[in-house]
């Protein structure tokens, strides 16, 4: 994925090109990264939440998170359900969007995938919200409240990518789908950022119940950061940019794909790869 610098009527200096091009080729690495990270872990939502939802199996939910279901809670089931369901979804089909060769050469292909797209983050907020106001979270207010902002926030980013889309307003369609999409990937990284923290702490700040330290933490760190991300990506497109800046948001954006690279490898290995390879062969 790229989005193309405006152009200086100026030559620019030779470190400022090198910087320059440093930059592109971190961002086209990490976009990869996170295409091929969110899509395994999208096949794995529906693997792991969606066939049981089908096969009627729900009490496989709570062998990751206790208490997700709870026989005869009908309206906090179908929303999180719908929260799942739509989750695998919106992490397949938003990496697709983020190729340009789909955007720029099928772009009525982009267009109803997009439509789809958001859509299915739109029902994504609206279950996990639903599932948080009937039921609330297993880790008491301060996690309703994280996540209740999380599907608050991806509501808005889904209406406002929509919204700029329509009106072809492209720039604000694109900067808004890729904050959209970055609060999309919140539960993937969410995952990852509990499996990290298991491997290397022994559990430290965790509870049973989620009320730990690390838990509150968590309940705003699985996506904030990312959104701080994509502004990092967004401003970097600006022509008045130092290469001190681009050195700097270089350096930032290999950090993140080198923690995604790990952690793509090792869940995939472990928990991913096993789940879907038994969801394909049945």
């Known amino acids: ?11 620019p200096a030779p470190q400022s090109v ?13 976009v990869t990264m996170v295409w091929v990270s969110a899509g395994l872990f999208g096949l794995y939502i529906l693997a792991f939440y969606a066939a049981p939802l089908a096969g009627g199996n729900l009490e496989k939910w ?13 309206a906090a089931t179908s929303g999180i359900g719908l929260h799942f369901a739509a989750g695998g979804i919106i ?5 697709i969007q983020l190729i340009d060769a789909v955007r720029n050469k099928y772009a ?11 859509v299915a983050c739109l029902l994504a907020a609206v279950g996990g919200l639903t599932f948080i106001f009937v039921k609330g979270t297993i880790g008491g207010t301060v996690m309703d409240i994280g996540f209740g902002l999380y ?7 889904g209406i406002q990518t929509y919204r700029h889309a329509a009106a072809r307003r492209i720039d604000l369609h694109r900067v808004w789908a890729l904050r959209l999409y970055a609060l999309a990937i919140g539960s993937w990284l969410y995952r990852m950022d ?24 968590m309940a705003f760190f699985f996506y904030l950061p990312n959104l701080l991300v994509v502004e990092l990506f967004v401003r970097s497109q600006k022509a008045n940019r130092t290469a001190l800046y681009n050195y700097g948001v270089t350096f930032i954006l290999l950090l993140t794909t080198g923690f995604l690279g790990m952690g793509t490898y090792y869940f995939t290995k472990m928990y991913w790869g096993p789940a879907i390879v038994g969801w394909l062969i049945g």
């Open 62 to 74: 709570n062998d990751l998170l206790p208490n997700l279901y709870r026989e005869g809670d009908t």
């Open 1 to 11: 994925m790229s989005f193309s610098d405006s152009v200086s009527s100026t030559h």
């Open 108 to 118: 009525a292909f982009h267009r109803w995938v997009g439509r789809v797209y958001v």
């Open 18 to 30: 090198t910087s320059d091009k440093t930059l592109q080729w971190t961002k086209t690495l990490l």
């Open 151 to 157: 599907g608050v926030l991806m509501f808005i980013a």
């Open 194 to 217: 509990y499996g990290f923290w298991f491997s290397f702490t022994d559990r430290l700040g965790h509870t049973e119940h989620f009320t730990g330290l690390f838990d509150r933490v």
């Open 91 to 95: 992490l397949i089909l938003g990496s």
